[in-house]
């Protein structure tokens, strides 16, 4: 009874799963290495492609990992999950085009593929706590110098 016991306890040792809250540490480096380039390669694509749709069924191929592996590995690496990391990047550059003051909410929206201008600017308000056109007339405007002025004297 005992040597069926010690070998119980030795399968459950060897065939039970890492410990999901030792993270990273339990994964030898390589591995490790491997994991967070493919991570950092669809952060890129999401950068590249921030005008489209995106599903987490596709960075997941990219990365050649199955959809709820690669959602947790993102998490544990970004902090949030895919899709919340994706809306926040488009959030960011759309901050980016409104403060540059020549681009409209409407014209923001669609040039990060949002067809409907109000849906983008709920996003938007959900994000930044603020509507995308109180943030626009809370930027200042940017200083630039006259034409007329010759080159090299101050604005």
Request: some cysteine.
């Amino acid at each position: 009874m005992a040597g069926i016991q010690a070998v119980s306890s030795s399968l459950t040792r060897n065939l039970a799963p890492p410990d999901a809250s030792a993270g990273f540490d339990s994964i030898p480096q390589q591995d490790v290495r491997n994991r967070l380039g493919k991570i950092e390669d669809c952060i890129a694509y999401m950068e590249k492609h921030i005008d489209q749709p995106l599903q987490v069924a596709t960075l997941a191929a990219m990365a050649k990992l199955s959809p709820s592996h690669f959602f947790a590995l993102f998490k544990q690496h970004t902090g949030c999950p895919p899709m919340d990391y994706f809306t926040r990047l488009r959030m960011k550059h759309a901050r980016r085009l409104l403060g540059s003051g020549s681009a409209s909410v409407k014209e923001v929206a669609a040039a990060l593929g949002y067809a409907d201008p109000f849906y983008f600017s709920r996003v938007f308000k959900s994000v930044n706590n603020v509507a995308p056109s109180k943030f626009i007339s809370s930027t200042p405007a940017p200083i630039r110098c006259r034409p007329e002025r010759a080159p090299g004297t101050p604005c």
